[in-house]
């Protein structure tokens, strides 16, 4: 006779969720900045709950954007530079697009703002 823990089956480990990410077009803003003309360039990608959310972003990109724009433009060269600056900057990026994009509808749910250009100049 083999001992029960051998006899049982394996227990079934879920397989994770397949992540859902939205792409958004590069953004380039000009800095706040003493001196000389700086500027931001920086694309990313979006972490989204579901396809229904993705797809209601698509709709409400040019609104987006333009909450992107407005962040993004009031910020100087130095707050962006360190790794940490750039942290906070992806927690207030996710916090302004969850948002709701119009009265009555719920936060959109993004979970992550990931960076994948990022050029300050």
Known sequence: MKPASETAEPAKVAA????????LEPLTVNLQSEGRARFLQIGMALRVPDEKTKAQIVEYMPELRSRLLMLLSNRTPDTLVTPEGKAKLAEEIRTTLNTPLAAGQPPLGISNVSF??????
């Open 16 to 23: 994770p969720e397949k992540p859902i990410f939205l792409m």
């Open 116 to 121: 994948n250009t990022f050029v300050v100049q």
